[in-house]
C-alpha cells in the first residue's frame, strides 16, 4: 500500500501482510526523528519564555537533553531552573568547549538573534530552535533552524475558528475544518493511548502518515494485537 511504500523511504521494517506492531512502529519512527539521539542542547535566555520552556518542554523524549541555560542578565546567574543553573551568556565559549553541544534554543530579542546564532555555529552548534521575532538566515552548511511563531499559530487559531463561527461559510468548508480538526484530536488520542510522548513533536510526514492511517481506516491493519 502507499503507507508501506512511505515507511519503505525510510528503510525496511513491518512485515507484508501483517501490517506493524505498535512497538516496533514507534520504534522506527522514533529513530526516524532522531529522538533516540539525546542531542546535547542549550537554552539562551531565561526570560519568563525561555524558563518556561526549560520548565514544561520535556527534552529528553523529544531528542534532545538540556544541559546548559545562559542569559545576559547578570542577576538571573545562579538561579536554578528545572534543576539547572541559568548562566551568564559570557560563559558560553568555555561552555561549549567543554561539552560540545548541538542544539540551541532561543528566547532572546529580535536584534541580539542574528550575532548569538553566529557565535554558536562558530562554536560548532549544528541546529536551532528559534522563538525569537527573526526569520533566522545563517550562511553555513549542514545548519538546521526551526524557526517558531506563536503569534503565526495564533492566527491559524483564529482561522479555522472564523470557518466554524461564520455564518457566510457554506457548510461543507465547515465539514472539512471539523474533519481535519478531527484528525488532530484523533492522532493524540492514539498518542496518549499508547502513551507515546515522542510522537507530540512527529514531523509534518508523520502528522499526515497518522492521518492517513485515520482516514483509510487501516487502523486495525497497522495495529496487530
Known amino acids: 500500500s502507499q503507507i508501506r511504500q512511505d515507511l519503505n523511504c525510510f528503510g525496511g521494517f513491518g512485515q507484508q501482510g501483517y501490517g506493524y506492531h505498535v512497538d516496533e512502529l514507534r520504534m522506527e519512527i522514533g529513530k526516524i526523528l532522531g529522538v533516540d539521539k539525546h542531542f546535547k542542547t542549550i ?24 544541559i546548559g541555560i545562559f542569559d545576559i542578565n547578570p542577576k538571573l546567574t545562579g538561579e536554578v531552573v528545572g534543576n539547572i543553573p541559568i548562566r551568564h551568556t559570557n560563559d558560553i565559549e568555555s561552555f561549549c568547549e567543554a561539552n560540545s553541544p548541538v542544539v540551541a534554543v532561543l528566547c532572546i530579542p529580535k536584534a541580539n538573534t542574528q550575532a548569538i546564532a553566529d557565535q554558536l555555529v ?12 527573526y526569520d533566522l ?67 509534518k510526514m508523520v502528522v499526515n502518515l497518522f492521518a492517513l492511517i485515520v482516514f483509510s481506516k487501516r487502523l486495525s491493519y497497522l495495529i496487530c494485537p
Request: with cysteine.
Open 43 to 66: 537554552l539562551i535566555g531565561a526570560g519568563n519564555l525561555g524558563k518556561a520552556i526549560a520548565t514544561h518542554i520535556n527534552f529528553e523524549t523529544r531528542g534532545c537533553n538540556l
Open 137 to 203: 538566515s545563517i550562511d553555513y552548511e549542514n545548519i538546521v533552524v526551526e524557526n517558531v511563531h506563536l503569534g503565526d499559530s495564533l492566527l491559524t487559531l483564529t482561522y479555522a475558528t472564523n470557518i466554524i463561527t461564520s455564518t457566510d461559510t457554506d457548510n461543507s468548508e465547515k465539514n472539512h475544518t471539523r474533519r481535519f480538526s478531527g484528525v488532530i484530536f484523533l492522532y493524540k488520542v492514539l498518542a496518549n493511548c499508547f502513551n507515546r510522548s515522542c510522537f507530540n513533536n512527529c514531523s
Open 122 to 133: 562558530n562554536l560548532g552548534l549544528k541546529a536551532f530552535w528559534n522563538f525569537s521575532h
